[in-house]
């Protein structure tokens, strides 16, 4: 009779076995992956507890054992799924704080072109404006250059004429009168 009832239970594993099977079948479910596939975690589960149930029919201590398995497993994978879940939340506020950061440098990188070009054009404009006064300042300089040879030739004239009406007037001392005059209209 025990090797009957032991039988029966493999049979009941076998075709729970085979249930399992069909059940990740239908839902496209792989045999492998990661735990936080939800539909595939909630059918190995089900039929975890269903392994349980059948195990207790035929040998209690064993279910027992099972079912603390079960409750140790299911935290541990509670705990990775809260671990994966916050580090998820986690990476996802680094990187919308990043992309925010990004969207500032970029703002800041904009801002310094426009600024790097208003100075480049203030640069050039104080360039031709530099350039402008050099040119004046030029134009100035050869004006009174011009001027002041103008201004030494006319007293160099002035010097000559002086000079000559001098020694005529040494020469002869009556035309001395006409060169006072000439110096008084020459002033």
Known sequence: MEENNDRSNKIDFAALNDSLDKALDENDVTEEGTMINPPRHNIYKDYFDEVILQLSTVNIDEATLLGRIRDEFSATSDAYKKLYESSVAFGLSKAIAMRKENEKLH???????NEKIALLDENEFLKRKLNAVAKEEERKRELETRRYKLELR???VRNDSIKRGLETCLVDPNTCEE?????????
């Open 107 to 113: 703002s800041r990188i904009d801002e310094l072109l």
């Open 154 to 156: 006319r007293l160099k």
């Open 179 to 187: 060169m006072s005059l000439i110096l008084e209209s020459n002033k």
